[in-house]
DNA sequence: GTCTATAACATGATAGAC
DNA sequence: GTCTATCATGTTATAGAC
């Protein structure tokens, strides 16, 4: 009775993750100012009010929501090809994209607060991308021409759908961006320098 | 008194004018959802009231507003080089990029209405630049990822504000672009075949 | 601790006075 | 023709019953 199994505050966190999980849905496919904490309760079985008893507020369910928003690349290998380390944060991006990254994009238009996460996350990757390119003072430049290249792939095909990127496999995608990759990587076109 | 001089209904398309340019500006800044029509009303400087009696429903106000969104490439040279032909289009796209195509480009995350607008014109830009990819069965693809690459850019710089991009200026990323663009339409990377 | 009821507010749209 | 006043709805957030 005083200490029962585990049913005292850990029966909270269950529903807690439950509501979490759900909302991360909600915002992922209607964006935050379209997504409602009634939906979001009803979703998760439990009363609105709850929802705002737990968090509080709904922008701050909307970040605690997409605080799956982290750690998608902890390469090792520096000394890999630019390109490859591109394509390999791109095949999870076709396919299974966390559905936290998903509802951070789909609002990073309309939504100042989303369109800071991913200007950091962003800016971020491009610091991390550069310091693969070769040589030159345009790096950063290179590397953002790069990430952005991704971004519009990736927004074309999962959040605008286009039937011309949805009939292709990732596979083949990727083969045709690597060269487009390359050359932005590659300051020179000299022959061979590998 | 019968025909006065200009003043029937030729000056209801005068507000008529300013309250779709001053839509239009909203909507480009805000995006749908947070676009609303007493502020639109406010900028053009008239009542609320009034802008519903002209457009009937906020969506026609938004229809009406964004068809600024076409004929953007009224190319006739097709036998020029590929990525010349996409880089023309970016130039104006970093540049001053029309607002009715951003504001619907702002709300096509969120708005199922301008995601189908922009999934078209997309389509439509894909369908064209497809036609000046050499030859192989994929140049729809290969197409597409132009395109998208362009769109990526585009948001990057034009939406997201990144730094990186903001720094540079339209003519230098139109130069590390060219070759990225010329990779993914060579099907094969031969030395020269110009 | 959980939920019912409701406050407080903003929005798109409508009806009717001027 | 133009605008004031209002409706109906949907939202976040709060207070209080169980």
Do not use: C
């Not at 944060?89 to 991913?118: F, I, N, Q, W």
């Not at 060269?179 to 590659?186: M, Q, R």
């Amino acid at each position: 009775m005083t200490t029962p199994r585990q049913t005292r505050a850990d029966r909270r966190r269950a529903t807690e993750a439950r509501i979490l999980d759900k909302a991360r849905e909600e915002f992922a496919a209607k964006g935050f100012d379209r997504t409602t904490i009634r939906a979001v309760a009803g979703a998760a079985g439990v009363d609105p009010a709850l929802v705002m008893q737990y968090f509080g507020s709904k922008r701050e369910l909307f970040g605690r929501a997409v605080r799956t928003f982290t750690a998608p690349a902890p390469e090792e290998s520096g000394a890999e090809a630019f390109a490859d380390r591109m394509l390999a944060t791109l095949g999870l991006k076709l396919g299974g994209l966390p559905e936290g990254t998903l509802a951070v994009m789909r609002s990073m238009l309309t939504d100042p607060a989303a369109a800071g996460h991913v200007r950091t996350a962003l800016g971020r990757q491009i610091t991390d991308a550069g310091a693969a390119v070769p040589a030159s003072d345009d790096r950063e430049l290179r590397a953002a021409l790069a990430v952005t290249t991704l971004l519009g792939v990736t927004i074309g095909h999962q959040l605008l759908e286009l039937p011309a990127l949805r009939g292709a496999s990732p596979e083949r995608i990727s083969a045709l961006l690597r060269p487009a990759l390359n050359a932005l990587a590659e300051p020179a076109p000299g022959p061979e320098t590998a």
